[in-house]
């Protein structure tokens, strides 16, 4: 029988996985959507425009479900997590509330005008409330991550009789983990939405649909992807680098590492294995000879000790080592093959294949943009099974413990909770697949009145979609 400890992080895992899923791609589109109506802006080219329209019917939809399933994640360290969130309520709960109160409240402020604000507001204002949005799904990534690295690293104060008293409020936001960890979850939701956008691109000139307009959104997420998608593996790096100063423990689970290597001595590196955590061993694995040393290092020969599982006892282990191991590989290698597609495509690009009239050639790269799609949501979900499953047994880590943290209430009244949510998130998961496919076989608008950038019309005059079509003439060629 399941417990009220394992029931409580089974309907956090739940909720916490199906919301990761729309401010992934929220926060790297707001971005995007930035850029298209900047370049509409500076060229006046109305194909920039019908981007910024097209795509953000598709950020809307992700913000409302985004929105339905991230509030009842947060109610939940009030219902099943009591303990812990009296015990570090003071920093934590003030940084989720500057989550709310400052990013969600922007981002939300300024969503109606950059949705239904077309010609009814300068296009100058109308840019600015988009670039709000943006700014607005971005600082709740910082926040999160400033609230969830703290954590990882806790730092600003110390535990007094079961209560973290805050001592330097900056200290505790500028945790160890913070700076890196922003970047690389910033770098993540940025690299999603650019293969999210891709995929979607390409699947349109697969499809002979809009080919011209849909190989310009393909040009402007492969020019950014040729700096993102290598920069996130560098990141990613740091932060792995990190795991090793801070976390030796969720380090030896996520290489499956039961046995120290000394310093001064090569490590191996495990490519693949089978880990088996009640006889503290692996039954197969595939090693890379002085692997290790040249990933934390980049030299054969470790300066310090990376310690294995075995040097703690099994209560302080990470539990679930083959997840932990696994994620870390799954998230690994797709932000290898991500690297391996812009690379591929921008050699295209290069060539000339990549233009209308001889992208629709390359069938085989398209198609491995669709497949491409999903990875990033993939990856992230992975990096923070990695991240939160890693940092077992503690809620906070090396001073709550997980099963100090969780509520005392019925077991089967977590089961029932965990049930509805399970029951409510399969239902918005369908809903949003329905809705977005609906917006994707709609396709682009390419007809619709532009509003007018020279003398645009004031609040008080009617807005554009009233005023006859004043699409430029070279438009539709």
């Known amino acids: 029988m399941l417990d009220t400890v394992s029931l409580s992080r089974m309907q956090f895992a739940l909720t916490a996985i199906f919301h990761m899923l729309w401010p992934v791609l929220t926060t790297g589109m707001a971005i995007y959507l930035v850029v298209v109506e900047g370049l509409w802006l500076k060229t006046r080219n109305p194909d920039y425009y019908y981007h910024a329209r097209f795509w953000s019917k598709l950020y809307v939809l992700n913000f409302g479900i985004g929105v339905a399933s991230g509030l009842p994640m947060e109610f939940q360290f009030g219902t ?52 709000m949005v943006a700014f607005g799904a971005n600082l709740s990534t910082f926040w999160i991550l400033v609230a969830n690295s703290w954590l990882q690293t806790p730092a600003g104060g110390e535990m007094v009789n079961g209560k973290f008293i805050v001592s330097d409020y900056f200290q505790a936001i500028l945790n160890p983990f913070m700076v890196r960890s922003v970047a690389h979850m910033f770098l993540a939701t940025l690299e999603t939405s650019l293969f999210v956008i891709g995929g979607i691109s390409a699947w349109y000139i697969l499809k002979n649909r809009n080919v011209a307009f849909f190989t310009r959104s393909l040009q402007i ?70 692997g290790l040393g040249y990933i934390l290092e980049f030299k054969p020969k470790l300066s310090a000790p990376v310690l294995g599982l075995k040097e703690w006892p099994r209560e302080n282990r990470p539990k679930m080592v083959g997840l932990i191991y696994y994620s870390f590989r799954i998230m690994s290698g797709i932000g290898f093959f991500f690297a391996a597609l812009m690379g591929l495509s921008a050699v295209q690009w290069l060539r000339g294949k990549l233009v ?45 413990r997980t099963a100090d943290a969780a509520s005392v209430i019925p077991a089967e009244t977590v089961l029932g909770s965990l049930l509805a949510f399970a029951g409510v998130y399969s239902l918005l998961f369908v809903m949003t697949l329905y809705f977005g496919s609906r917006i994707i076989q709609a396709g682009p608008n390419l007809e619709m009145a532009l509003p007018q950038l020279d003398n645009a019309p004031s609040v008080k005059e009617e807005p554009a979609e009233l005023l006859p079509d004043q699409r430029p003439a070279e438009a539709n060629q």
């Open 356 to 400: 209308a009239g001889a992208i629709e050639q390359q069938k085989l790269l398209l198609l491995s943009w669709i497949f491409a799609a999903p990875l990033g949501y993939i990856a992230v979900e992975s990096g923070w099974i990695v991240r939160c499953v890693g940092r077992q047994p503690w809620a906070m880590y090396n001073q709550i």
């Open 80 to 131: 099943n997590w009591a303990p812990f969130s009296e015990a570090v309520g003071d920093f934590f709960g003030s940084i989720l509330g500057f989550e709310g109160a400052m990013a969600f409240m922007l981002e939300a402020g300024f969503l109606g005008i950059m949705l239904f604000g077309w010609g009814r507001v300068h296009p100058v204002i109308h840019y600015l409330a988009t670039i």
């Open 221 to 290: 997420v492969l020019a950014a992807a040729i700096a993102v998608t290598p920069l996130q593996i560098f990141v990613g790096h740091l932060s792995a680098e990190q795991v090793y100063e801070y976390q030796p423990t969720k380090l030896a689970a996520m290489e499956a590492k039961w046995e120290t290597s000394p310093a001064g001595q090569p490590a191996d590196w495990s490519l693949l294995a089978i880990p088996d955590e009640k006889g503290e061993r692996n039954k197969w694995e595939l090693n890379v000879p002085q």
